[in-house]
Nanobody, 127 residues
Framework: QVQLVESGGGLVQPGGSLRLSCEVS????????IGWIRQAPGKEREGVSC????????YYADSVKGRFTISRDSAKNTVYLQMNSLKPEDTAVYYC????????????????????WGQGTQVTVSS
């Protein structure tokens, strides 16, 4: 049974940083992708950044390129999202999502089709 557990959200001032964590279990040795998907009030879910288990290849949405970094620690079965230079428009609930046998770009672009979802963590960027 696949489980995704997020942590690390909170309130931060514009220009600040946060790191989100997603503990992944249940995929075993399969090829899969993990993505960070966010949803702001009144907006559709957006695939922010995604990474594959096979080779660690990554994808970033244009809105976060140069500010966010996704990474993985295979020993800890954890995927991280380091968020720097945060802006008020980054405010959203951030979900960790997973899907088998998919590229990181497809995972992020088709974020709504993810097979597995965490509970979400709130990120608020405000002064």
């Amino acid at each position: 049974q696949v489980q995704l557990v997020e942590s690390g959200g909170g309130l931060v001032q514009p220009g600040g940083s946060l790191r989100l964590s997603c503990e992944v279990s249940g995929f075993n040795s399969e090829h899969y992708a993990i993505g960070w998907i966010r949803q702001a009030p009144g907006k559709e879910r957006e695939g922010v950044s995604c990474i594959t288990s096979r080779d660690g290849s990554t994808y970033y949405a244009d809105s976060v390129k140069g500010r966010f970094t996704i990474s993985r620690d295979s020993a800890k079965n954890t995927v991280y999202l380091q968020m720097n230079s945060l802006k008020p428009e980054d405010t959203a609930v951030y979900y960790c999502a997973g899907r088998r046998r998919i590229t990181p770009q497809a995972m992020c672009i088709m974020a709504m089709d993810a097979d597995y979802w965490g509970q979400g963590t709130q990120v608020t960027v405000s002064s």
